[in-house]
């Protein structure tokens, strides 16, 4: 089962969009860096790291496989977003 084992707020932003660049940590051996929080329409979500190809296609070096884990992920990053707003309000 995968776990988030740690989420660290790398830089929260005042731009329109992009609000945070964040890293995580799973199960206490993997960790990801340049996930980025955006601010869509409705709602706050999550963009993996991705890499710009010569045809200036961007690729995710690292996503999801299923939706049960982007919801696990999505949720467990914002939420950590949102609390790190909160303790430094």
Avoid: C, W
């Amino acid at each position: 089962m995968l776990e988030i084992t740690e989420v660290k707020i790398r830089r929260v932003l005042d731009e329109p969009k992009l609000k945070a660049l964040v890293s995580i940590v799973i199960s206490d051996a993997i960790a990801v860096h340049d996930i980025k929080i955006i601010q869509g329409t409705d709602r706050l979500f999550v963009v993996m790291p991705s890499k710009k190809e010569p045809s200036g296609f961007f690729r995710n070096i690292i996503h999801p496989l299923n939706s049960e884990t982007r919801v696990l992920l999505e949720d467990t990053i914002v939420s950590a977003y949102l609390s790190h707003l909160n303790s430094n309000a």
